[in-house]
C-alpha cells in the first residue's frame, strides 16, 4: 500500500480513509491510483 500511494503521490493513510467503508475518493484519485497499479480504466458504451 505505501508503495501505490507513493506512485499515486497521495499519502498512506490517506489512502487507507479513501479506501475505507466511509471513504468517498475522488474519480481524479481512483485514477491515479489505477494508473500506480498499472491499470487503465476505460468507459465504453454499451
Given at each position: 500500500m505505501a508503495?501505490?500511494?507513493?506512485?499515486?503521490?497521495?499519502?498512506?493513510?490517506s489512502l487507507y480513509k479513501m479506501l475505507s467503508e466511509n471513504g468517498n475518493p475522488e474519480l481524479r484519485t481512483i485514477n491515479r491510483l489505477l494508473h500506480a497499479m498499472g491499470l487503465w480504466?476505460?468507459?465504453?458504451a454499451g
Open positions: 508503495n501505490v500511494a507513493r506512485k499515486a503521490h497521495v499519502g498512506r493513510e480504466l476505460s468507459v465504453t
